[in-house]
């Protein structure tokens, strides 16, 4: 198998990486940071994104004939991911699927709008939950503010694949590259909540706007996303730690959630949050008498923490303490 990063050419049928990916093509145009991946689906005639390289209308001839674009789905505004969409729209006329926030960004000192209206091509302004039918398959869309106001995710249910726009980038290995918000307009809080979403979906597979497809460990390169991003916004690596395995003991991961704490506690002994949280999950792991022992350690270390001691007469009701 050919490694996407060692080579010149830009087109990529990702079947032959992995036959999750059945009929879904690639332009890598991701490898450095002037342009996004574009994503071509039922045989040419759907994009995910538009990139902005102008040699897309020969790249796209070239593999897929005079089959017309008929369908152009924009993950958000940003100029790499629609810099050769107008090219496409006045080569193809296709329609253009963007979310409504997106659509009122500025280019060319007009609205993304202004100039889709001026083209006549049919356009449609997206919220989020909607579904989009591709070559019989049915494509969500899920609204993940943060990078941008309005960018968007697509999801295809049945084979849990996403299309991660700039949400979630590979993080092992030696290509990565951490999501970030538009210093303009994006919003790292809700970049957070957008990745904790993805977290929480545990798609197989992700497909992202820069970098290429992951479908190996992929919930680590989104935790792991999800804990810089974390560390980011508290400034403390003990805090994000926390954070992550409150989430993955959302999640139903105790193993992995008590692992986070340990390392908290391997820093900090007695950090009380830490302390807590894991008293609980061991709890809720049903290892009561190490959570007792825990919680026991946390009240006696903070005798006025109201919730531990709460919590230490629960666990003595069910040791019948």
Same mark, same amino acid.
């Given at each position: 198998?050919?490694?996407?990063?060692?080579?010149?050419?830009?087109?990529f049928?990702?079947?032959?990486?992995? !036959?999750?990916?059945?009929?879904?093509?690639?332009?890598?145009?991701?490898?450095?940071?002037?342009?996004?991946?574009?994503?071509?689906?039922?045989?040419?005639?759907?994009?995910?994104?538009?990139?902005?390289?102008?040699?897309?209308? !020969?790249?796209?001839?070239?593999?897929?004939?005079?089959?017309?674009?008929?369908?152009?789905?924009?993950?958000?505004?940003?100029?790499?991911?629609?810099?050769? @969409?107008?090219?496409?729209?006045?080569? %193809?006329?296709?329609?253009?699927?963007?979310?409504?926030?997106e659509?009122?960004?500025?280019?060319?000192?007009?609205?993304?709008?202004?100039?889709?209206?001026?083209t006549?091509?049919?356009?449609?302004?997206?919220?989020?939950?909607?579904?989009?039918?591709?070559?019989?398959?049915?494509?969500?869309?899920l609204f993940? *503010?943060?990078?941008?106001?309005?960018?968007?995710?697509?999801?295809?249910?049945?084979?849990?694949?996403? =299309?991660?726009?700039?949400?979630?980038? *590979?993080?092992?290995?030696?290509?990565?590259?951490?999501?970030?918000?538009?210093?303009? $307009?994006?919003?790292?809080?809700?970049?957070?909540?957008?990745?904790?979403?993805?977290?929480?979906?545990? *798609?197989?597979?992700v497909l992202?706007?820069? @970098?290429?497809?992951?479908?190996?460990?992929?919930?680590?390169?989104?935790?792991?996303?999800? =804990?810089?991003l974390?560390?980011?916004?508290?400034?403390d690596?003990?805090?994000?730690?926390?954070?992550?395995?409150?989430?993955?003991?959302?999640?139903?991961?105790?193993?992995?959630?008590?692992? !986070?704490?340990?390392?908290?506690?391997?820093?900090?002994?007695?950090?009380?949050?830490?302390? =807590?949280?894991?008293s609980?999950?061991?709890?809720?792991?049903?290892?009561?008498?190490?959570?007792?022992?825990?919680? !026991? %350690?946390? $009240?006696?270390?903070?005798p006025?923490?109201?919730?531990?001691?709460?919590?230490?007469?629960?666990?003595?009701?069910?040791?019948?303490?």
């Open positions: 198998m050919k490694d996407p990063y060692s080579v010149s050419e830009v087109f049928r990702l079947v032959e990486f992995s !036959c999750l990916f059945e009929g879904i093509d690639m332009l890598f145009y991701g490898r450095g940071p002037l342009s996004s991946n574009v994503y071509i689906l039922d045989g040419g005639k759907v994009l995910i994104d538009a990139g902005n390289s102008f040699e897309i209308l !020969c790249d796209l001839e070239n593999h897929y004939g005079k089959t017309g674009v008929e369908k152009v789905i924009i993950t958000h505004a940003h100029p790499d991911h629609i810099g050769a @969409l107008f090219s496409i729209v006045e080569a %193809y006329k296709p329609a253009v699927y963007i979310h409504e926030i659509a009122k960004a500025s280019l060319y000192g007009n609205t993304i709008e202004d100039i889709l209206k001026g006549k091509v049919d356009y449609v302004l997206l919220r989020g939950n909607e579904n989009i039918e591709v070559g019989g398959r049915i494509y969500r869309v993940a *503010p943060g990078h941008t106001p309005g960018t968007i995710m697509l999801y295809d249910t049945e084979r849990g694949i996403l =299309f991660s726009s700039d949400v979630v980038f *590979p993080m092992l290995g030696s290509h990565i590259l951490l999501t970030q918000p538009d210093p303009s $307009c994006g919003d790292l809080n809700e970049l957070i909540l957008s990745v904790r979403y993805v977290m929480r979906l545990r *798609p197989k597979a992202p706007g820069h @970098l290429f497809p992951f479908w190996e460990r992929t919930t680590d390169h989104i935790k792991r996303t999800y =804990f810089e974390k560390f980011q916004e508290e400034g690596r003990n805090l994000a730690l926390i954070s992550l395995g409150i989430n993955l003991a959302d999640m139903g991961e105790l193993e992995e959630a008590i692992s !986070c704490f340990k390392l908290v506690l391997d820093d900090e002994p007695n950090h009380a949050g830490a302390l =807590f949280v894991l609980l999950a061991l709890l809720h792991k049903g290892n009561l008498e190490e959570s007792y022992k825990k919680v !026991c %350690y946390l $009240c006696e270390l903070y006025d923490f109201k919730e531990a001691q709460d919590l230490k007469s629960r666990i003595e009701l069910l040791l019948n303490k």
